[in-house]
């Protein structure tokens, strides 16, 4: 049974630093490219950044977090990560980790077969 379990939400102030960490088991971890989604209340959920996990690691990511967030994984322990550096309060949403699809880049949300249960992240100003 495929399971991605999210963790290292909370709540910042403006310019803070939160790692997000999303622990996958029950599939082999190459198996799955990988991204990292998040949503407000009202608006569809969009994509943030993605890693190529059986593809040299290769990583994606949205404009607006560019230069901020990093993706990264460690295959020792089948876990993909999100440091989000700077943080915005627009940064605030839930945040989703999701496995699924061959093709790289942030794919749209039905190429992904998994999904988290999510994490919240609130910065204020």
């Known amino acids: 049974q495929v399971q991605l379990v999210e963790s290292g939400g909370g709540s910042v102030q403006a310019g803070g630093s939160l790692r997000l960490s999303c622990a996958a088991s029950?599939?082999?971890?190459?198996?799955?490219?990988m991204g990292w989604f998040r949503q407000t209340p009202g608006k569809e959920r969009e994509g943030v950044a993605a890693?190529?996990?059986?593809?040299?690691?290769?990583?994606y990511y949205a404009d607006s977090v560019k230069g901020r967030f990093t993706i990264s994984q460690d295959n020792a322990k089948n876990t993909v990560y999100l440091q989000m550096n700077s943080l915005k309060p627009e940064d605030t949403a839930t945040y989703y980790c999701?496995?699924?699809?061959?093709?790289?880049?942030?794919?749209?949300?039905?190429?992904?077969?998994?999904w988290g249960q999510g994490t919240q992240v609130t910065v204020s100003s």
């Open positions: 890693i190529s996990t059986a593809g040299g690691g290769l990583t």
């Open positions: 029950g599939y082999t971890f190459s198996t799955y490219n």
């Open positions: 999701a496995a699924g699809g061959v093709r790289r880049g942030i794919r749209p949300t039905y190429e992904y077969n998994y």
